[in-house]
């Protein structure tokens, strides 16, 4: 169990842009809807995670997350 700190930039250009040197193919998807938590499966290059996340703490600045790393193919499935 851990918390996420919730992190937010504001944007001014993109001259980021030009550190920028990997990609990474991401492919997700979401298995509910409830409202208390989120649960996502996460291919990212030839890992897959599934992840659960809590509500965030009334500042909006953490939540409780769990995540584990799961065989690419059940994440496929």
């Known amino acids: 169990m851990s918390l996420e700190i919730e992190r937010k930039f ?21 298995l509910n809807t409830n409202q208390n ?11 897959a995670f599934i992840t659960i996340k809590g509500i965030s703490n009334r500042t909006g600045t953490t939540r409780f ?3 584990k790393e799961i065989q690419k193919s059940e994440a496929e499935a």
Do not use: M, P
């Open 10 to 30: 504001l944007v001014k250009n993109d001259h980021f842009k030009r550190d920028s040197h990997q990609k990474k193919y991401i492919k997700q998807g979401y």
């Open 37 to 47: 938590r989120t649960v996502r499966i996460r291919i990212a290059n030839e890992k």
């Open 65 to 67: 997350e769990w995540e």
